[in-house]
């Protein structure tokens, strides 16, 4: 009965279908899959629809289809099947390239008595969670192609440099995040990991450019309320990276220059079956390149390269296997000017940062009889950073050195089954277990002291997890739980619990409460004096209450939350608490005796991309706070207090002499309040040489942050190709931003140091 329905709609439907244009057009292909088992789903609808054209197909029995001789454009691509909630997704189709999508479909509940097919946004993410499709974010302005820089479009994540991709979501730290690709942890996969920070040293979670570039990414899964149990060792979000996988059908091309980098990517099938594929991308820095013909960029020389890759094949009916990676180099060099050059005390030093960062690994999944699916993979991956600097000394200024070296390799492997044992009931079940090998050297000459501090550690984590999912009439619970131990002998146990439930057919109210737990950073835990006492997990309970309403083409997402930290590891003076800590590494002794807690609410609006154009807007109001020894609670670095964001676009369409024209104007602002600074004593910092603070950590809040961003797109769908110019600039006013105060040895006084200005970015792209 099911096929038939299926069937008279599918011919209903094609009697409606709009005219094509031969010349300009292009091909959609996919999968629909069952969310949790991961199989296909035979007969669903696929059904597209764009302004004033429309197409459907049904899936075969992998619940696989192919839309043919879809005219280039944008369009709302919907799924639908009996048992199953609907599912959509923003489509843009181009010729110059097919158009692959994936669907995961939601069993309902209850079966209904007919196919309802409705144009309308879905929520079938997990709350508090982000699902990024690549196009998304390269349409949207001053991202650079970078799915964690478009995160701070969205209320509670915010930026904490411009230079760079770190972000604090909800007042926790940047170190608190973690990075997966293809479902498996790695190491911070960015160029560039100093810039934009205090001490010029790396950070642990971000950089300047992010290695995968756009032309490797499908989506991008960010989750920073409801927690899933197959995610741990975190504190504040999980960034779940997904490569896409590479035509099957026939070869294509991607060819990208910018002042971020040239791009060159090629996919296509391997054999002559359909049945395996690749995906690759080189790309080498745009002002390196003209760096080495002698165009002179300014004081600093910034180099970076690297290659990806995604090769996928099916094993079987059921099955497919794939082999992914990449790797990079970065280098940063600052060469001393003339001492009659100087003007501030960076001048006088020779600094060269290198970068080398790689991740290699496989993925399995397998979809099994009975509803159930399983999957297991293994990657390695690894980071090595150096920094070295050396002023020139005179005799007012006497020679500093700075030495610092880390090196991370992590093995992250898993197994996982999933399935369903009803259409009420579904499980998860899994482990994932690492291997971490640490060295971390640091050797610095200052005025007033000298510090050689390092170590190396190996260490196992092992987590085996559970999620129980129970879905019955308008309620839904899912309830697991994630135990770690690590061979540090330090173990956890994070419970996670989410209840939604429906209140109307465009409303639900959920409510999320359990643990996270961390291990901390190598440059707090393998600090000689920190080395024993410090290796415990960082824990951190939650509780949100969330409310989401769809109608039309919105949706709206609100989120109360509360989070506490209890046994941080806080210096004896009160001046530090790991819950601050960002780069480099920690030389005050600590002892786990701190708490912390955060506090808000966030509002956000969100309008696809239909008729033309889309809006994104949100806000936040929040407070990050830590007490020490003493107990007095004070504010964190990331206590910004409030955040107030808007994105939007708008594209016009126009069919000229055979060819498709788009011109697209996108603006962002972002209204932020300060990040929090230490005030500085600015006699003893004379005195010693260096920046030295007074007690009262946190104290300063600085000037709010407001920022204009902007993007003009012109694209052209030709024949055989798309040609693509777009303008991106990010701070189009020039707004100077506080970033943060130092003691400026040279000057002989505090000075502000400001965020980046108007940087404006040229893009030329074409896929063919």
């Known amino acids: 009965m099911k ?37 296909g789903v035979e007969g669903a609808l696929v059904y597209l629809a764009g302004k004033g054209d429309t197409l459907s197909v049904v899936t075969d029995a992998q619940g696989r289809f192919v839309l043919n001789n879809v005219s280039a454009g944008r369009y709302i691509c919907s799924v639908h099947s009996l048992g199953y909630e609907s599912d959509i997704q923003e489509t843009l189709v181009i010729t110059g390239k097919t158009t692959i999508v994936e669907f995961a479909l939601q069993e309902k509940v209850t079966e209904l008595e007919a196919l309802t097919i409705q144009a309308r946004p879905t929520n079938n993410t997990e709350p508090g969670s982000i699902s990024l499709p690549i196009e998304k974010v390269m349409r949207m302005p001053a991202n650079f192609f ?5 995160l701070s479009s969205y209320p509670g994540v915010v930026a904490t440099n411009d230079q760079a991709n770190n972000i604090a979501v909800k007042g926790n730290s940047p170190t608190g995040l973690l990075w997966r690709l293809n479902g498996m942890d790695i190491v911070n996969p960015n160029h560039l990991a100093n810039a934009g920070t205090f001490n010029d040293k790396p950070t642990a979670n971000g950089g300047g450019v992010n290695i995968l570039s756009a032309q490797m990414l499908d989506r991008t899964d960010f989750y920073a309320g409801t927690m899933p149990a197959r995610y741990g060792n975190l504190t504040s979000a999980a960034l779940d990276m997904t490569l896409r996988t590479g035509n099957a059908a026939k070869r294509e091309y991607t060819a990208q220059a910018s002042l971020i980098g040239l791009d060159f990517a090629a996919e296509g099938p391997i054999g002559k079956n359909n049945n395996a594929s690749y995906l690759a991308n080189y790309r080498y820095s745009t002002v390196g390149l003209l760096s080495k013909m002698g165009v002179n960029f300014g004081d600093e020389k910034i180099d970076f390269q690297d290659f990806s890759f995604n090769v996928n094949t099916k094993t079987g009916e059921r099955g497919s296997l794939s082999f992914f990676g990449f790797g990079g180099i970065s280098n940063n060099v600052f060469n001393a000017k003339d001492s009659s050059e100087w003007k501030v005390d960076k001048d006088r030093f020779t600094i060269k940062y290198s970068n080398k960062t790689y991740a290699i690994g496989t993925r399995f999944d397998l979809a099994l009889k009975k509803s159930f699916g399983f999957s297991t993979g293994v990657t390695i991956s690894g980071n090595d950073q150096t920094r070295n600097a050396e002023s020139i000394a005179t005799d007012d200024l006497p020679l500093q050195r700075s030495d610092y070296m880390s090196k991370r390799t992590l093995v992250s492997a898993f197994a996982a089954l999933t399935g369903k044992w009803s259409s009420k009931i579904s499980s998860e079940i899994g482990v994932m277990i690492n291997q971490y090998d640490d060295e971390l050297r640091s050797n610095e000459l200052l005025p007033a002291q000298t510090i050689d501090v390092g170590g190396s550690a190996e260490s196992t984590l092992i987590q085996p997890y559970a999620q129980v999912g129970l879905r019955t009439g308008n309620f839904t619970a899912s309830i697991g739980g994630r135990y770690m131990y690590s061979t540090f002998n330090a173990t956890a146990f994070d419970p ?37 006492g410090l290796r415990d997990f960082l824990k951190r309970k939650f509780v949100e209450l969330g409310h989401m309403v769809q109608f039309d083409n919105w949706k709206i997402n609100s989120s109360l939350f509360y989070h506490y930290y209890d046994k941080v590891p806080v210096s004896m003076n009160n001046n530090f608490s790991v819950l601050n800590y960002v780069e480099g590494i920690v030389t005050e002794s600590l002892t786990p005796v701190g708490t912390g807690s955060n506090k808000g609410l966030t509002v956000q609006a969100e309008r696809s991309f239909v008729s033309g154009f889309y809006i994104l807007t949100g806000a936040s109001i929040y407070n990050s706070m830590y007490t020490a020894e003493d107990g007095v609670e004070r504010p964190t670095k990331f206590d910004g207090r409030y955040s107030l964001m808007i994105t939007g676009g708008r594209e016009w369409n126009k069919e000229v002499k055979g060819n498709k024209r788009s011109f697209g104007v996108h603006g962002r602002m972002l209204y932020m309040g300060g990040q929090r600074d230490t005030p500085i004593d600015e006699d003893l910092s004379r005195g010693l040489g260096t920046t030295t603070y007074f007690s009262n950590t946190n104290s300063i809040s600085l000037n709010d ?3 204009f961003d902007l993007r003009l797109s012109w694209r052209k769908d030709k024949k055989n190709y798309t040609r693509t110019i777009a303008l991106d600039v990010q701070n189009v006013a020039g707004i100077k931003n506080q970033a943060y105060m130092y003691y400026d040895a040279f000057q002989g006084k505090v000075v502000t140091q400001y965020q980046v200005g108007f940087i404006p970015v040229l893009v030329y792209r074409i896929d063919f």
């Open 496 to 532: 996670r619990v989410n209840l939604q439930y429906q209140l109307a057919p465009t409303s639900s109210l959920s409510l999320t409460f359990g643990q996270m737990s961390q291990m901390l950073a190598p440059g707090v835990y393998l600090m000689p004096q920190n080395s024993v």
């Open 146 to 150: 970078d799915p964690v820089r478009m």
């Open 705 to 707: 942050y407001l920022r």
């Open 3 to 39: 096929g038939k329905l299926l069937v008279v709609l599918l011919v209903l439907l094609s009697g409606a279908l709009s005219s094509y244009s031969q010349s300009l057009t292009s091909s959609i292909t996919g999968v629909v899959r069952d969310n949790v088992s991961r199989k």
